[in-house]
């Protein structure tokens, strides 16, 4: 999908709805912006996922929404997020 849009008076960019939701981007969303070549070259990236604690249930904050079977992939990422944060002496091996 292609379309030119007009910057605002403080240089704002707005994405068009169209756009933002065949990419699935909501208030919030981050985007990763690079120039190339004298190209802007913008790409989203993944909401981050966390399981908090709520009346002592795990609940699943983040991410894209979730479909049929991919719980485990949720708690397999909020598992990943934390390794990677982790000091590398706590890592899992």
């Not at 292609?2 to 981007?25: M, N, Y």
């Amino acid at each position: 999908m292609e379309i030119t849009i007009t910057l605002g008076k403080a240089g704002r960019l707005v994405v068009p709805k169209a756009i933002r939701d065949s990419l699935g981007l909501h208030e919030g969303s981050r985007l990763k912006l690079e120039v190339q070549g004298g190209k802007l070259h913008a790409a989203p990236e993944p909401d981050p996922v966390s399981i908090k604690l709520k009346g002592g249930f795990p609940v699943i904050q983040g991410g894209p929404p979730l479909k049929r079977g991919s719980i485990v992939q949720a708690l397999k990422a909020d598992r990943d997020s934390r390794d990677e944060r982790a000091t590398p002496s706590t890592k899992r091996k």
